[in-house]
């Protein structure tokens, strides 16, 4: 549903081109002094896509020259099929968007405050009001919606400006930094939120973020920006699969099964009692299989594990250590499972290979 | 709950009980939209009603009508006290022309300004929302359109309204109709030239601070300082009997411009010391020439600054 969705809600029918919501060709933006972007050329397809870049990047730029109030200085950008340079207007009809900043203003309630950001959207009354009370149901705003929103949480700040971004029903949404000053539950819930921005309303989503983990769990395709040029950008499957790692556990024998994995081709790093194994494809779980069938030992779990997206930055050779982490053997049982964005917080930027990430996909590998 | 045999008899767990459709609450999930997208125009037009309505508390909190109705009413009683008198008293005209009205409730006029100006735009600033509305189908030119529009009819609202009274009790007084209609329309030019200037200058110095405060008393000091500054120098004037001075003094401040405008170019009575309005056709045009420049320089002033404040 998510894909049929996805192309549908990108405009591909409406323009006749390829399905690219974003689309820009050696695009820059040079300040006096700095420069903001620098030749900068990715396409981004429908979906979300996570936009990943320290402070500083160009990250904000970007999202400037998308919403035609900047200029390019050279270059051109194309948003829903449309050129940034001279349909500004409309695309901003189109997309929405929430600022990373505070934007409220305390002593109107959301529901007002919305129903005027969907009419300056061009909604007519009555529509605005009946997509302000839906869209602020989506976002999980009920009572507190008629009071004034100086009283609000920080949670409950970030779903209104979120609510803004999606009232007129955009085809496309531009987030920056949606989960700055939340507590890790209200990331989690936020980030939920955005994946179903587009699973359920089937809205693309670009997220920015300088967080490159929680982007790991909600992105389709990340593209990563720093000092204003491209760095990457692909699916977060192809990201993450290059990063992966396999953690086995076994009964006994460890050293024996280290070596026939060796001998098999496979580059395997013993960690306490586990072997972290490096996946290469596919195949690597049927070899691991078989030596422990071979063995004849008991297996007592297989789990993925992923290097953060993070060494792909930092490190030229991001499969040369991923053991260095702070992987203390014992405590790498069953307490990875509830998986804490603090610590993801924690270990961003500093290159940290490899914490427990995100173990729920590794449940299902079990199986195996 | 109404199932008192599941405890009692222990057994393969009931599946969940068939809750009756009242119960459900049913998800109707994401609807799209499909209905006009009514464009720049109409966000405009929104922007606009609602600074306007916001200028007198309308749609904000009920503490925030106290202040805009108070002034309102102020402007508007004596108004009504004159025309009650002229009525009961059977006077043969007005006890103050309708050019004259504004200057001399010009007090509250500069406090309706100095209050409703920051609340404006300063707002907007100090929470950031600008970025929400230029990221919208609206342009800068139609944020600084709207916003000055609703400011001028505002206090268009403000300075028309007691002349409107002034006008119906005239009639109702019997007074002569053609001397009237022609006092009440110059009147209404009047205000109009001095609600889009003291808008403009309101909104100016307003929108350079966030600190809705500080855009008060800016505002305040500036028409009062302005005007002491005027009439004390005026008074100097009058004393070495310099009537010419007199008249060119008025071009440096807010309210004797529109006083020495409407002296030359409406026939009124000048409030300068000895009716001294502007001195010669040279002046009269300067005067015009003066505020139609202060509004235009107001005008683009605002829109450099929102340039800049965009999407900070």
């Not at chain 1, 359920?200 to 389709?220: A, K, N, Q, W, Y």
């Not at chain 1, 030229?316 to 499972?337: K, L, S, T």
């Amino acid at each position: 549903m998510r894909d049929s969705r996805g192309t549908h809600g990108c405009g591909a029918d409406h323009y006749g081109r390829p399905v690219t919501v974003i689309a820009t060709e050696s695009l820059s933006k040079r300040y006096p002094r700095v420069t903001a972007l620098d030749r900068l050329t990715v396409d981004v397809n429908p979906g979300v896509t996570g936009l990943v870049g320290a402070n500083g990047a160009g990250k904000s730029t970007l999202i400037k020259i998308l919403l035609g109030l900047s200029p390019a200085t050279e270059g051109r950008a194309r948003v829903l099929g449309l050129d940034v340079a001279t349909d500004g207007a409309e695309i901003r009809g189109l997309v929405g968007y929430m600022p990373e900043h505070d934007c409220l203003p305390p002593d109107v309630s959301a529901t007002e405050f919305v129903v005027h950001m969907a009419r300056m959207s061009g909604l007519p009354p009555t529509a605005a009001r009946e997509r302000t009370a839906d869209t602020l149901r989506h976002v999980g705003l009920y009572e507190e919606r008629y009071r004034p929103m100086g009283g609000y949480s920080t949670g409950m700040k970030q779903r209104v400006k979120l609510a803004q971004a999606l009232v007129h029903d955009p085809k496309l949404v531009l987030l920056d930094e949606p989960t700055n000053g939340l507590d890790p539950a209200g990331r989690d819930e936020m980030l939920g939120l955005i994946r179903r921005v587009h699973t359920d309303f089937g809205i693309s989503v670009l997220v920015t973020s300088h967080l490159l983990g929680e982007l790991e769990r909600t992105s389709d395709h990340i593209v990563v920006i720093d000092g204003g040029k491209l760095l990457r950008a692909s699916s977060t499957r192809d990201f993450t699969q290059e990063t992966a790692s396999l953690a086995v556990e076994v009964t006994d024998r460890e050293q024996d099964l280290l070596v026939m994995l060796g001998a098999a081709g496979l580059t395997v790093q013993s960690s306490g009692h586990l072997l972290l194994v490096d996946m290469a494809d596919e195949e690597s779980y049927d070899l691991v299989r078989d030596a422990v069938a071979q063995l004849g030992v008991g297996l007592v779990r297989m789990e993925q594990r992923r290097h953060r997206i993070a060494e792909l930055f930092t490190d030229d050779n991001p499969y040369g250590h991923p053991e260095d982490g702070p992987e203390g053997g014992p405590d790498d049982g069953p307490g990875d499972g509830p998986d804490s964005p603090a610590g993801d917080r924690a270990e961003e930027k500093s290159g940290t290979p490899a914490a427990p990430g995100t173990s729920q996909e590794g449940d299902g590998r079990d199986a195996a | 709950m109404t199932q008192p045999d599941v405890a009692a008899v222990p057994g393969p767990p009931p599946g969940p009980p068939a809750a009756s459709p009242t119960d459900v609450i049913h998800n109707i999930g994401y609807r799209k939209y499909d209905g006009p997208r009514l464009g720049r125009g109409y966000a405009r037009k929104s922007l606009y009603s609602q600074s306007l309505r916001g200028a007198y508390g309308l749609g904000r909190s009920a503490k925030s009508k106290v202040l805009p109705m108070i002034l309102l009413g102020a402007m508007c009683a004596p108004a009504l006290i004159m025309v009650a008198v002229a009525v009961f008293t059977h006077m043969t005209k007005l006890p103050v022309a309708y050019t004259r009205y504004a200057v001399l409730l010009q007090a509250v006029i500069t406090l309706f300004v100095a209050s409703q100006a920051p609340q404006s735009v300063s707002r907007d600033l100090r929470f950031k929302t600008t970025p929400l509305y230029f990221s919208r189908p609206i342009e800068r030119v139609d944020y600084v359109v709207a916003k000055f529009a609703a400011l001028a009819t505002a206090l268009f609202l403000l300075t028309a309204l007691p002349l409107v009274i002034l006008y119906i009790g005239a009639l109702l007084a019997k007074l002569d109709f053609g001397d009237q209609t022609a006092g009440f329309a110059k009147g209404l030019v009047s205000v109009v030239l001095l609600s889009v200037l003291f808008a403009g200058i309101g909104l100016v110095i307003a929108a350079v601070t966030p600190r809705r405060g500080f855009g008060v008393a800016a505002i305040i000091a500036l028409f009062v300082i302005t005007y002491g500054a005027v009439s004390s120098v005026q008074g100097v004037a009058m004393s070495q009997e310099k009537y010419d001075v007199i008249g060119w003094l008025g071009l440096f401040s807010p309210i004797t411009l529109i006083d020495g405008f409407q002296t030359w170019f409406l026939g009124a009575t000048s409030a300068f010391p000895n009716a001294s309005g502007p001195p010669n056709v040279a002046a009269g045009l300067v005067y015009l020439l003066v505020i139609a420049g202060i509004i235009a320089g107001c005008f683009g002033l605002l829109m450099r600054r929102y340039r800049k404040v965009g999407m900070a």
